[in-house]
Structures are given as structure tokens and as C-alpha cells.
């Protein structure tokens, strides 16, 4: 059974930090794409950032550019985004997801993705 476990939300004042983590079991971690996305309330689901742990590849929104930053831990299959300089509007669930690299086209679109953790909860205060 595919799992995927976010974790590391919180309250944070503007310029502060966060670290979310995203704990997978159930499929074979090297083969897959994990994605962040975020949803604030009453607006959609939108890309954050991904990483492939088959080839490397990194990808940003341009929102998110310069601030936070992707990584694996693929000996503890688990995946980390690295959270500075928080802006209100950073304000959102965080869900991440994986999908199999060999069925991405494009890694920041939500619907390219077959599972989703729950979501862990950012707030940025102004």
C-alpha cells in the first residue's frame, strides 16, 4: 500500500523558516517523482516544487524561486522542502505526491500525480 506522510506545518511569522517532510512506503522510492502542492483556501491546487529520484531533476514554481529548496533522503525514502523567507501568501495545506517517472510529463501539474498524503498546514503571519 502506497503512503505518503507530510509532516512539519506550523505558525511562522513572515521571513521565518519551515521544514516539511514527506515520508513514503509502498512503492520503490527511486522510481518515482515526488511533488509539493499547495492549496490556500478558496483557490486551487498549485505545484511547489518536485524532485525526481531517478534523474535528479528539480523544478520550482516561480513563486517559490530562490526561497525554498527540494531534497531526498532516498536511504530514509523521504523527501524535504525547505521552507525561507515565508510570505503570507506562502499560507496553505502542503500535500505532497508521487507518481511514477516514467508517467510525468510535467512535474508541477497536480493532476499528473496518482498519490497524495494528507496535507500539513503552513501559516505565515504577517
Known amino acids: 500500500e502506497v503512503q505518503l506522510q507530510a509532516s512539519g506545518g506550523g505558525l511562522v511569522q513572515a521571513g521565518g523558516s519551515l521544514r516539511l517532510s514527506c515520508a513514503a512506503s509502498g512503492f520503490i522510492f527511486d522510481d518515482y517523482v515526488i511533488g509539493w502542492f499547495r492549496q490556500a483556501p478558496g483557490k486551487g491546487r498549485e505545484g511547489v516544487s518536485s524532485i525526481s529520484n531517478t534523474d535528479g531533476n528539480i523544478e520550482y514554481a516561480d513563486s517559490v524561486k530562490g526561497r525554498f529548496t527540494v531534497s531526498s533522503d532516498n536511504a530514509k525514502n523521504t523527501v524535504y522542502l525547505q521552507m525561507n523567507s515565508l510570505k503570507p501568501e506562502d499560507t496553505a495545506v502542503y500535500y505532497c505526491?508521487?507518481?511514477?517517472?516514467?508517467?510525468?510529463?510535467?512535474?508541477?501539474?497536480?493532476?499528473?500525480?496518482?498519490?497524495w498524503g494528507q496535507g500539513t498546514l503552513v501559516t505565515v503571519s504577517s
Open positions: 505526491a508521487a507518481v511514477d517517472f516514467d508517467d510525468v510529463d510535467h512535474e508541477l501539474r497536480p493532476d499528473e500525480y496518482d498519490y
